[in-house]
């Protein structure tokens, strides 16, 4: 039986983040793929709280919420660092952590959701205002290593492109926002993205442009 | 007032600035916090650090003594699972018994309590969320009971008739000295049911946000 399980979905930017904290540490673990749809026994008692994913299961402990999970990867095992050592850089990186994962909601509401997208859009092109100055000659977000933040930042660096393909929408351009596009376009190539890979550009588009097209069929069949 | 606790908990010196929110915020928040323009924000020898729960995190890392945080990683990360939960469900929970009416305002209160529920749960049968002692998630939590009085105005209702262990915890963090003194200065400084008062006069807008980082 598996020392470290982990409850999650490939599609999910959040899945992810714990994927990759545990490839950098060199853990083996076993991914359930779950459906949301339908949730698990696993889940719900894993997670009775949240009833969401990712959760970590390390020696039948359930660990949940993807930027403690990371933590606790980090703490735990051997193995590069996730977050720095030194405590002022440690409370930047988790304060970019939870800047990012917080936009999560509202990136969602824009490109998938009609009600109170265009509040949801004044937020992401902030979000974007913000972080194309923050990023201006920077390979990470914090110091000079990749980390928590960076790991964080997949959602941004990676999603929201494929979003804005399958929707057409487009609020990110160079000449918008040219520092946060020049970090993205190195973000998807490097060395650590080579080494624990993204989820493929290609078959998350297809999986998002069909979820687009079952949601826009099924709320076009309630208002009939 | 996490920020106010922890320090005190930490046995750490410091110089305090009070914000006016209402009157216009001062150069040095807005430079010092420029995303979110809020309070609190430590200078840690210039430095910034901001977001409150943040600012507790770095305190315990940076100042050894008392740890507010256990030792052990699965324990850590329980306690970051809790605190994260009272800073996403209380404060909107008990604004929406101050928002609602009528039946809504039932369902709002119901909503509180369940939460709280939920957080006697967590602490089991220890005197604290910290266990035995006195920590982390104590801090972020017993900072935002300094609203309750409010909430239990408005939604008529008591907290420790309907959660009486949650209310046992609120007086045992009391009689800490760290809370003691904070919820002290708060009195003297601003009452939170005022403030909300005052945010009705000013038709509930956005200001009670700030007000609330103010306190907390």
């Known amino acids: ?224 | 007032m996490r920020v106010k606790i922890a320090l005190a908990e930490k046995g750490v010196a410091y110089e305090s600035h009070e914000e006016d929110l209402f009157g216009g915020k001062s150069d040095l928040l807005l430079k010092s916090n420029p995303i979110y323009e809020k309070v609190p924000v430590l200078l840690d020898n210039g430095k910034p650090i901001v977001e409150s729960n943040n600012i507790v995190y770095y305190i315990d890392d940076k100042y050894s003594p008392n740890p507010l945080l256990p030792s052990c990683a699965y324990a850590r990360s329980r306690a970051r699972f809790w605190a994260d939960f009272i800073d996403k469900k209380v404060f909107e929970a008990g604004m929406g018994i101050w928002r609602s009416k009528g039946d809504e305002l039932e369902v709002a209160k119901n909503d509180f309590i369940g939460i709280l529920k939920k957080l006697e749960g967590a602490m089991g049968d220890k005197d604290y969320f910290g266990g035995d002692n006195f920590g982390y998630v104590d801090v972020i939590a017993t900072a935002m009971t300094s609203w309750f009085h409010a909430y239990e105005v408005f939604g008529g209702f008591k907290v420790e008739q309907l959660c009486p262990k949650f209310g046992c915890w609120m007086k045992r963090c009391l009689k800490r000295e760290s809370v003691l003194v904070s919820f002290q200065i708060l009195k003297r400084s601003i009452s939170v049911l005022s403030c909300l008062e005052r945010c009705m006069a000013l038709n509930r807008t956005g200001s009670v946000d700030s007000i609330a980082l103010y306190t907390f």
Request: glycine share 4%; charged share 30%.
């Open chain 1, 1 to 224: 039986m598996a020392e470290v399980k982990l409850l999650g979905v490939w599609y999910s930017p959040a899945n992810h983040r714990v994927e990759w904290a545990l490839k950098i540490k060199g853990v083996e673990y076993e991914f359930i793929e779950q459906d949301l749809q339908n949730k698990s026994p696993l889940l719900l008692e894993s997670n009775p709280v949240h009833r969401k994913i990712p959760v970590l299961i390390h020696n039948g402990k359930p660990i949940c919420e993807s930027l403690i999970i990371v933590e606790y990867i980090d703490e735990t095992f051997e193995g590069p660092s996730i977050l720095p050592k030194d405590p002022y850089d440690r409370a930047l990186a988790r304060f970019w952590s939870k800047y990012l994962d917080d936009k999560v909601p509202a990136v969602v509401n824009t490109f998938f959701l009609k009600e109170e997208q265009e509040k949801a859009k004044e937020e992401v092109c902030e979000m974007l205002k913000v972080l194309d100055n923050e990023l201006k000659d920077k390979k990470f977000l914090v110091g000079d290593n990749f980390g928590l933040a960076d790991i964080t930042a997949n959602f941004v660096g990676h999603w929201l492109g494929v979003f804005q393909e399958a929707t057409g929408v487009e609020l990110v351009t160079s000449e918008k926002f040219p520092n946060f596009c020049a970090w993205r376009d190195e973000y998807i190539n490097c060395s650590q993205v080579k080494e624990y890979p993204l989820p493929r550009r290609d078959e998350l588009l297809a999986f998002v442009q069909a979820r687009a097209r079952a949601a826009a069929s099924a709320s076009a069949s309630t208002q009939k």
